[in-house]
């Protein structure tokens, strides 16, 4: 036994290396416990505090604490899209905005997990995805059953399936980065595919806000129709304020429907219809919000059109560096222009929906004309643009020889090496084979006998013989 050993003392075990893949047990439990939790219970106190809030504010109200919490619930559905029946009145037409502060809630919240944890490896995702997904729709479901007493109800069915996805969706979004699926993407997909993705994900944003720009220029003028609608169905403060946050709520949806109107197909509002070359006018609801609404149809609505395609030139310019080749540039444009066409079709379906059982109902969008209508205006003007404005392919010069000759070496029957040139498939000399310029010296061991040939005079350079 060493000296030099450390010796143990009685009682001291032996200290554990410190675990490098991620917290203990508990703590992985309290990271789910927070993830899960945090969006549920944070948007359905935003939920609750919104009721409260216009239940408190309205003139005529008479507030009710048990009311309110169980109208939440329903409500809390509804940011998931659920579709919710109000005294069997179907509701489809859901504000898009909660639906957007709801999802960005579970994103957040899947990241801080994926951080916490320590996840690194796509197959740990679903440590994270899940769990969410389980728990959301759970409370979904539960929430279906116990919705009484209120006037609203809600489908079983619809409250399980609709909340799963939505937080499985939002969740793998948001461990997206940490467990290496956009790593897995890059490597996997083809370099043309993602930048079409990227473009198209540009291109989508670029058509929103066209379409937000041109609800905003008709509602401010129509400035005064929205203050007259505030004052008719919401007077006083209070109301006002339920009908402001109401229609905020809804800004997302009209702003849809203003890039169904931008795009072409336009949109409906039960016998109302709206689009660039048609239109039949009707009543609509008292909402301050649809004070755009247009009265009468106008020539120039098509002029309006050019804005997408305005988009869809941006998306080629884009991409007109992308490939030398003119085809593939345009490949990478369709992909763009097929995201952008998927992504009007989620939108739109989101977007619509049933609205009652009176004149108003439903409120639609064509969306198999507008995902074709979207993808042509990004597709043909961003090709042109980027066909032409790409680069050229360089012409190819003519050179006589393109390649280094290729020598071959063969031996011949005593042993010795013959060098060939192959250019293509004839043989050129390039330089002659340099002649030994110093004669061999005669022998001289020469037979005495031999005479050298005589060489015949040429006929003429004869002359006469002289005599001796």
């Not at 009543?283 to 106008?298: K, R």
């Not at 952008?340 to 108003?360: D, K, S, Y």
Request: proline content about 9%; glycine content about 10%; some cysteine.
């Amino acid at each position: 036994m060493s000296l030099l050993a450390p010796q143990s003392r009685p009682g001291e075990g032996v200290r554990e290396p410190r675990d490098q893949h991620g917290p203990s047990g508990t703590a992985r439990v309290k990271t789910l416990v927070v993830a899960i939790a945090g969006p549920l219970v944070a948007g359905y106190a935003f939920v609750l505090v919104l009721f409260s809030l216009v239940t408190l504010l309205a003139a005529p109200s008479h507030f009710s604490l048990s009311g309110v919490l169980r109208a939440a619930g329903p409500g809390l559905l509804a940011a998931y899209q659920v579709p919710v029946s109000i005294k069997g009145s179907p509701l489809g037409v859901l504000p898009l905005l909660g639906t957007a502060v709801l999802c960005t809630l579970i994103v957040s919240s899947a990241v801080y997990a994926a951080k916490r944890l320590g996840l690194r490896e796509p197959g740990q995702a679903v440590n994270v995805v899940a769990p969410m997904a389980a728990v959301h729709s759970l409370v979904g479901v539960t929430i279906a059953l116990t919705a009484t007493g209120v006037g609203i109800s809600v489908e079983p069915l619809p409250a399980f399936l609709v909340p799963g996805f939505v937080a499985a969706l939002c969740a793998t979004a948001g461990v997206a980065d940490r467990c290496g699926f956009l790593d897995a993407a890059r490597k996997h997909l083809d370099p043309i595919a993602l930048r079409g993705l990227k473009a198209g994900a540009l291109g989508m944003a670029g058509l929103l806000a066209v379409a937000a720009t041109v609800f905003a220029l008709s509602l401010a003028l129509s400035f005064h129709t929205a203050r007259d609608l505030f004052s008719t169905n919401a007077p006083g403060f209070g109301s006002g304020a339920g009908m402001f946050l109401l229609s905020l709520g809804y800004l997302p949806n009209a702003v849809v429907c203003a890039l169904a109107f931008v795009v072409g197909p336009g949109f409906s509002l039960g016998s109302v219809s709206v689009a660039a070359y048609q239109f039949s006018g009707g009543a609509v609801p008292g909402l301050p919000l649809l004070a755009s609404m247009p009265e009468h149809s106008a020539r120039w609505w098509p002029v309006l059109m050019l804005l997408p395609a305005a988009v869809g030139g941006l998306v080629g310019w884009y991409l007109r560096r992308s490939d030398e080749d003119p085809l593939t540039r345009l490949r990478t444009v369709a992909i763009a222009g097929a995201l952008i066409g998927f992504g009007c079709v989620v939108l739109c379906t989101l977007a619509g929906g049933r609205l009652g059982g009176g004149p108003f109902n439903p409120v639609s969008i064509p969306v198999a004309l507008m995902s074709v209508a979207a993808f042509a205006w990004i597709v043909i003007p961003g090709g042109l643009v980027a066909w032409l404005a790409g680069p050229r392919r360089p012409r190819a010069v003519e050179q006589v020889v393109l390649d280094e000759p290729e020598v071959s070496v063969d031996l011949d029957e005593d042993g010795e090496s013959e060098l060939e040139d192959e250019v293509g498939e004839d043989v050129v000399d390039e330089e002659p084979a340099e002649e030994d310029p110093e004669e061999p010296e005669p022998d001289e061991d020469v037979a005495e006998d031999e005479e050298p040939d005589e060489e015949e005079p040429s006929p003429t350079s004869e002359e006469p013989e002289q005599p001796s």
